[in-house]
């Protein structure tokens, strides 16, 4: 049972250009919403987070959006730059617990 | 160390063979994790250690999977009889335990264990 649906798989932004990437989740329990960003070759790495109680957290060029009504959460990307390129997945922890549940990636490539 | 240590970086083994691999976490990390990544794929679940004790073991693909932690530090995931469908990179990650529900865990990832199954 997948209990984050990530979207999109890839995308292509050119530099200067708002990266935007989704996730949906299914399930109420879960109390906190990471970002993590991988490159090629290394482990992911922490990169923005946030808590149902808040709508919007942003931190430099990257924003994430919640909606706790429609169970989704977006990473805003602003200005993208070549080095951004990277995989990113969004997270979510089970509440109450430190079970976290990766969705299922989105790979992206900022063009100069 | 400073970071998680993982080892081996490189696994081949041949189908059928039993593989070890192993984990040292950030020193003071109460909570360690297992990841499977396969090739272009998302982060799969495994399991994750509170201490020695495993609360969630529901991400193990089969019985052929097994792990254990020992005095709240090194871990080892264990694969017997390997399958080809077991080629993937094993991710370990550890995380500073905050608070029941403090919803703050900061996981860090080691570099992985690729594993190759002939």
């Known amino acids: 049972q997948q209990q984050v649906k990530q979207s999109p798989q890839s995308l292509i932004v050119q530099k200067g250009g708002i990266s935007i990437i989704n996730c949906a989740y299914e399930n109420t329990a879960f109390d906190y919403f990471p970002w993590y960003q991988q490159f090629p070759g290394k482990g992911p790495a922490l990169l923005i987070a946030?808590?149902?109680?808040?709508s919007e957290k942003k931190e430099g060029r990257f924003t994430i959006s919640f909606n706790k009504s429609a169970k989704q959460f977006s990473l805003h990307i602003m200005d993208s730059q070549p080095g951004d390129s990277a995989t990113y997945f969004c997270a979510v922890l089970y509440y109450n617990t430190d079970k976290l549940i990766f969705g299922t990636g989105t790979r992206l490539q900022v063009f100069p | 160390g400073a970071g998680v240590s993982q080892s081996p970086s490189n696994k081949v083994t041949e189908k059928g063979k039993d593989v070890e691999l192993r984990c040292d976490p950030i020193?003071?990390?109460?909570?360690l994790y297992w990841y499977r990544q396969s090739l272009g794929q998302g982060l799969e679940f495994l399991i994750y250690?509170?201490?020695?004790?495993?609360?969630?073991k529901s991400g193990l693909p089969s019985d052929r999977f097994s792990a254990e932690r020992t005095g709240g530090s090194v871990s080892t995931l264990t694969i017997q009889r390997t399958q080809q469908e077991d080629s993937a990179v094993y991710l370990c990650a550890s995380s500073l335990k905050l608070g029941p529900s403090s919803g703050a865990n900061v996981l860090t990832f080691g570099a992985g264990s690729r594993l190759t199954v002939l």
């Open positions: 946030i808590r149902p109680d808040v």
């Open positions: 250690f509170q201490g020695n004790s495993a609360p969630d």
């Open positions: 020193s003071g990390h109460t909570a």
